[in-house]
């Protein structure tokens, strides 16, 4: 029986020092989290010049991104031009755009294509490169890359009035 309350003892004792531990370090853990968050690059949302469109709430964003808006304007087609998954620009449209998983996303665009609510679905996009060479050329382009990859003369939108260095920017 001395034993078994030896047992407990140490088991108490162990279960104290864990809490303690805990205290300690998960606030720290947390505190590093935040600010590898906040050391991630925006991501922008860069759009072919000719695009009427400057400013769009995150909710119009949206839809242009689940291809529930398809026309920019009169006679002017959204193109939506999306990276291949592993794009670390992806995850961040994924969860902050879309709010699905990649699975969620692939679903999503076979269902969308096979009841016919889409003309034309989204290309896919291997490179920031290749970003950088089909929006100029495709006129209502939209597509998006790190905005520490923009170049000069790139038609950034703006999402509520925020580019990506702005502060509450929600792309990140």
């Not at 606030?27 to 991630?40: I, Q, V």
């Not at 995850?91 to 699975?103: A, K, R, T, W």
């Not at 969308?112 to 609510?117: C, D, H, L, Y």
Request: hydrophobic residues 45%.
């Amino acid at each position: 029986m001395g034993a078994t309350i030896r047992r407990y003892r140490w088991s108490y004792a162990a279960l104290i020092r864990f809490a303690v531990l805990g205290t300690v370090f998960v606030p720290c853990l947390g505190l590093a989290t935040g600010r590898a968050r906040a050391a991630t690059p925006a991501v922008a949302i860069v759009v072919n010049a000719s695009t009427p469109v400057d400013d769009l709430t995150l909710a119009e964003l949206r839809k242009v991104f689940l291809g529930d808006r398809q026309f920019w304007g009169p006679g002017q087609r959204v193109v939506l031009l999306v990276r291949a998954p592993q794009a670390p620009e992806r995850d961040v449209v994924l969860h902050s755009i879309y709010q699905m998983s990649e699975g969620q996303f692939r679903q999503y665009w076979i269902a969308k294509v096979f009841r016919a609510e889409i003309t034309s679905g989204r290309k896919v996009v291997y490179s920031t490169d290749m970003t950088d060479e089909l929006i100029p050329a495709i006129p209502g382009a939209i597509g998006f890359k790190m905005a520490d990859k923009l170049k000069p003369g790139e038609k950034v939108l703006r999402i509520k009035g925020k580019l990506p260095g702005d502060p509450g920017y929600p792309l990140r």
